[in-house]
């Protein structure tokens, strides 16, 4: 049985700590400066990634306490996140020093494979690879490469947090299929804290997630890809189905990468030429309107990647 008024408690607790989140940006200069490739033009803080992790953290105290989630269950995805959440504030501090992309990888595929084998090592289930250790690296490499892909969307206020929601919807969607109560819940919980960031994030915003923000909302929208995929070689659905329900941030960041590529370029070089800028700046669209056709696509692709794991 699912409590369902309890998504209420991480909407509220969210929408409070994003409240205070942001004036505490202001008063500490944590805040996001204007800048090359950058186009607010004022500072903004960047703890909205910290309002959702609280609202998150706060649910799944609740859900525990109501008996939807295990204590164990718990306590492992509180830590994972805690972690990654860290490395991305102290992204958004700037404490590294700059160009060191390579290094920038290295750590967050370390920091990834380490908190899979601990989940695993608690219980977890993945049935993503047999061998542990395959499957630790495995799913690094997907966590990786997703916590990036929301980290270059994060660049259009409400983007990269309406982009996650609708991926949330989409593993809801399966969990309720497939009658996994657990991971309905923590991704319930999930959506509802940010839905109660988007109330700040949405243009103009007054407040963005920032690196820890896009590095947790990647990480876990990287674990439920990972909880709902099966063995890839010889259960293609399965495989297929949760890449689509991550959807539009893995397009973009693949496309992106190919034509850099072909354009001799560093697929790692900053720049604004992902597939959300060329509706912003070479069509001149507004912020909004860029958003929900974005939207829109990411409805088109969670859709598909429902349907094709459950049909």
């Given at each position: 049985m699912i409590y369902y008024p309890l998504f209420i408690a991480p909407f509220i607790i969210s929408?409070?700590?994003?409240?205070?989140?942001?004036?505490q940006g202001h008063t500490y200069h944590l805040y996001d400066e204007p800048g090359e490739n950058k186009i607010h033009q004022k500072p903004v803080p960047y703890?909205?990634?910290?309002?959702?992790?609280?609202?998150?953290?706060?649910?799944?105290?609740?859900?525990?306490?109501?008996?939807?989630?295990?204590?164990?269950?718990?306590?492992?995805?509180?830590?994972?996140?805690?972690?990654?959440?860290?490395?991305?504030?102290?992204?958004?501090?700037?404490?590294?020093?700059?160009?060191?992309?390579?290094?920038?990888?290295?750590?967050q595929f370390l920091v990834g494979f380490l908190i899979v084998f601990i989940l695993i090592k608690i219980g977890v289930n993945f049935q993503f690879s047999i061998n542990p250790i395959l499957m630790a690296l495995a799913a690094?490499?997907?966590?990786?490469?997703?916590?990036?892909?929301?980290?270059?969307?994060?660049?259009?206020?409400?983007?990269?947090?309406?982009?996650v929601g609708i991926s949330l919807i989409g593993f809801i969607m399966l969990s309720f299929l497939t009658n996994n109560w657990s991971i309905l819940t923590i991704s319930g919980v999930l959506l509802a804290s940010i839905l109660g960031f988007l109330i700040s994030n949405?243009?103009?915003?007054?407040?963005?997630?920032?690196?820890?923000?896009?590095?947790?909302?990647?990480?876990?929208?990287?674990?439920?890809?990972?909880?709902?995929?099966?063995?890839?070689?010889?259960?293609?659905?399965?495989?297929?189905?949760?890449?689509?329900?991550?959807g539009f941030p893995l397009i973009?960041?693949?496309?992106?990468?190919i034509v850099r590529l072909a354009q001799q370029r560093s697929p790692f070089s900053k720049g604004r030429d992902y597939l959300y800028d060329q509706l912003y700046f070479k069509l001149n669209f507004s912020t909004p309107k860029t958003v929900l056709i974005c939207y829109a696509f990411q409805i088109l692709l969670v859709t598909g990647g429902v349907l094709i794991y459950y049909i």
């Open positions: 929408v409070v700590s994003i409240y205070f989140l942001r004036k703890l909205g990634g910290v309002g959702i992790f609280l609202g998150f953290t706060g649910g799944l105290i609740i859900a525990r306490l109501l008996h939807q989630i295990s204590g164990l269950q718990a306590a492992g995805v509180i830590l994972g996140s805690s972690i990654i959440l860290f490395i991305g504030f102290w992204d958004d501090l700037k404490w590294k020093k700059k160009g060191r992309t390579f290094l920038k990888l290295l750590y690094a490499l997907y966590i990786l490469v997703v916590m990036n892909a929301i980290n270059v969307n994060d660049g259009l206020d409400g983007l990269s947090g309406g982009i949405w243009h103009p915003a007054s407040i963005f997630m920032g690196d820890n923000g896009s590095h947790f909302l990647g990480f876990s929208l990287a674990i439920l890809a990972i909880i709902f995929t099966g063995h890839p070689f010889y259960n293609l659905k399965q495989f297929i189905g949760p890449l689509l329900i991550v973009d960041i693949g496309w992106t990468f």
